[in-house]
Structure formats: C-alpha cells, structure tokens
C-alpha cells in the first residue's frame, strides 16, 4: 500500500491532482443506456433531466460485435448532451480488465471525453490490484490528453474474491468514488442455483419447527444479499465512498424492484441502477428520504442544537446518536433539495 504522503499524490507527471473528498452529487439511480443504439441514444436528451447520472454501458448486454459501436456512441454522447449543464452525471461501465476492449475503450474515453466522464464504472473488480492497475492508467491519460479534473472510479462488487477483498478495494485509491453489488455475476461466481438479476428467490427462507397437531408451518422469504450488502456497506462507509445496489432484473416487478432499492436504501446505499425508464421513478422515490422522517429529523436537530445532551420528541429518546443520524437524513434531503425543485418543496427548505 501507498504511504499515507503518497496516497494523494497525483500518480504521472501532469495529472491532476487527485481528489480529496467527493464532489458532492446526488446519485439516486445511474440510470444504463446502450450506446449503440440510435434509437435509444436520441431519447437521453429527454431522460438526462429526469435522472442523476446516465451511464454509457459498454459490458455485458453489449454485443462483442457492437463494442466498437458503443464506444463511439458513448463519445457522441458526451458532445451531444451538456450533462454538466443539466447537473447530471455521465459515467461510463467499460468492459472488464481481462477482456480485448477495455484498454482500447479507456484510451479512446479519456482522450475523446475526458473532461466530460465523470465517473468510470470497472466490472468484476477482484481485488485492490485492478483499481491500481487502472488508476495509473487514468492518471497517464489525463496527464497525456490534458485532463484537469481526475475521473473518479466505481467498482462493481460481482465475485467471489471481490466480496473477499472488497475493504481494500474501497481503500484502494483517492479515485474511488463507491461500490455497486452486481448480483447477476456474483451469483455465477459463487455458483449460486439462480437464474435471476438480483432480488430475492422463493425457495430461500426460514421455516418454523413442525407443529405437534400437524398443521401447516409458517415459513419466511429472506434475503440472499444481506451479507454482502452489509460487507459492502461497511467498506464504502469506512473509506468514505458511498455503495449502491446495482441491476433488478425483473423489470415487470416494480413492486419488487421497490423493495429491493428500499433495503439498498436503509442499509446505508446512495443510490441503484435503472434499466429501464420505468425503474427511474422507483429509484428517485425510495433513495430520496420520506418527507416526514425529514421533518422528524429537523425536530431532533432543533431539539439539540449543539448535538449533545438528550431530549424526548413523541415518546422517543434523543442523544447525540439520533443527532447524528438526523443529520444523516437533513444533509441527505439538503442535497437532493438543491437539485430537485419538487423534492426542495416537499422537504420545506
Ligand atoms: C447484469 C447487468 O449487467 S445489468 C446492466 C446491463 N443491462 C442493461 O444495461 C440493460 C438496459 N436496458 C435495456 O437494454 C432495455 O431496457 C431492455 C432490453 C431491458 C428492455 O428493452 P425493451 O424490450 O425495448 O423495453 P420496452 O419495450 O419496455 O421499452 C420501452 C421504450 O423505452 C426505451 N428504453 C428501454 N430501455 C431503455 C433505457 N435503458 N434507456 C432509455 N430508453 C430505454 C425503448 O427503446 C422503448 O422506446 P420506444 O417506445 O421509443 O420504442
Ligand atoms: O453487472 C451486474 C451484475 O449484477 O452482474
Ligand atoms: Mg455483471
């Protein structure tokens, strides 16, 4: 590992200087376009408005006779919408580091759009070693093509040896900018029994001791993520970087979808990833924090203004620790106010 000097070093002569905290941005859902697609490319002027981030996806459910494709459509993107303009973020999930494309992709990305991306999202990351690998990498681009404001790095949290070393991959740089799960590949690695993207499966659950008079036993549904989600959130927390809940497959399931963000939200996630427009929505509804625990939480901070000492507000006991997780909550609804008008009025600020 880097010295603690070092670590924030820029790593190539004419690289900017790494970031030392995260430019503060809402990211609710990273809503995935297919970039080489026409069709669907005309419609992100649209959507772009309606989102926070949109990424350009360059891996899986990418032909590999379309990846030249996509790479062009993701830098015709980035000159045909002013993403910045519209206060939304342009990411870009390149192919995996074992694959032919991504050294091309990266290269073409950097010098092509370089001052545009804002976030490069690295699949399969298996441990620290992938995130230095392109770290330096970036860091030569951006030197090379003038680059003056470093691009940050998501990796995809989607094997086993990932989930094993996920601590030190969110350490791994001052680029890192947050962890997704990826069920659909972490389920292959794991050789997990599933045919699904992401969710719950039926068949795993609890069940309750047979009854002595025979009668049916209650059994329960639970979730076949909470490990790693809990793993995963732990790290980013710990290093400062924010983790999200990746793809929900079941795009006619919203009621699911909505459950499934709604866990990836209490457990401490920023935001998840939308497929498809109809998962926009959900993700903007459940990763912005209900009105009224928003108002409950000014309460707690208004009943403790110097965030000591202890208070009761409806029955409930307040310190320090509701403080802080108010704050949690009022910083949360501040920042999304400041983007979102509607949000903004819902929230009274
Ligand atoms: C495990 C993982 O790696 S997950 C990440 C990789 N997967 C992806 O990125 C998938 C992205 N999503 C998609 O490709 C598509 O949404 C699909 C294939 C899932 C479904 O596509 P369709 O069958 O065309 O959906 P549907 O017919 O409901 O689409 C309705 C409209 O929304 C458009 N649309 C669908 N998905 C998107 C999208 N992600 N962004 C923008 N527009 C979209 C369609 O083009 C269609 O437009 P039209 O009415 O003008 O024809
Ligand atoms: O890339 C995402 C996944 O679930 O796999
Ligand atoms: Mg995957």
């Known amino acids: 590992m880097k010295t603690a000097r070092g670590f924030f070093k820029p790593l190539a002569i004419g690289a900017p200087a790494p970031w030392r905290e995260l430019p503060a941005r809402v990211e609710r859902m990273i809503h995935f376009v297919p970039p080489h697609l026409e069709k669907v490319r005309a419609k992100v002027g649209e959507i772009a408005p309606t989102v926070d981030v949109i990424l350009a996806n360059l891996e899986d459910a990418i032909p590999a006779d379309a990846k030249g494709a996509a790479l062009a459509g993701t830098i015709a993107l980035s000159r045909e919408v002013d993403f910045a303009a519209l206060g939304v973020g342009l990411w870009v999930r390149i192919n995996c580091l074992n694959s032919p494309w991504h050294l091309d992709e990266v290269a073409t990305l950097v010098e092509k759009a370089g001052d545009r991306i804002d976030v490069i999202m690295v699949p399969k990351v298996e441990g620290p070693w992938d995130i230095f690998y392109i770290d330096q990498l970036l860091a030569s681009l951006e030197a090379k093509h003038g680059v003056t404001r470093p691009i940050l790095l998501h990796a995809i949290l989607e094997t086993a040896e990932g989930v094993m070393n996920v601590e030190q991959i969110a350490g791994a740089s001052p680029r890192m900018q947050g962890i997704s799960l990826g069920p659909a590949d972490l389920a292959a690695s794991r050789a997990m029994k599933t045919t699904r ?71 401490g996630c920023a935001g998840a990833w939308s497929l498809h427009p109809s998962q926009i929505a959900i993700a903007k509804q459940v990763f912005s924090p209900d009105p009224t625990e928003v108002a409950f939480a000014k309460r707690i901070l208004e009943a403790m203004p110097d965030g000591s000492g202890v208070a009761m507000i409806d029955g409930k006991m307040q310190d320090d620790a509701t403080w802080k997780q108010a704050k949690v909550m009022v910083d949360c609804a501040r920042q999304i106010a400041a983007k979102d008008a509607e949000y903004a009025a819902l929230y009274g600020f």
């Not at 659950?205 to 008079?213: F, G, L, M, N, Y």
């Not at 639970?222 to 995963?232: E, G, I, P, S, V």
């Open 197 to 267: 993207v992401g969710g719950g499966h039926p068949g795993y659950r609890v069940i309750e001791d047979p009854h002595a008079d025979g009668s049916p036993r209650v059994s329960v549904q639970q979730d076949l993520w909470h490990y790693t989600f809990a793993k995963m959130v732990d790290a980013c927390a710990a290093h400062g970087i924010k983790p999200f809940y990746g793809p929900f497959g079941a795009i006619d399931d919203p009621v699911a979808c909505e459950q499934q963000f709604r866990n990836a939200f209490l457990m």
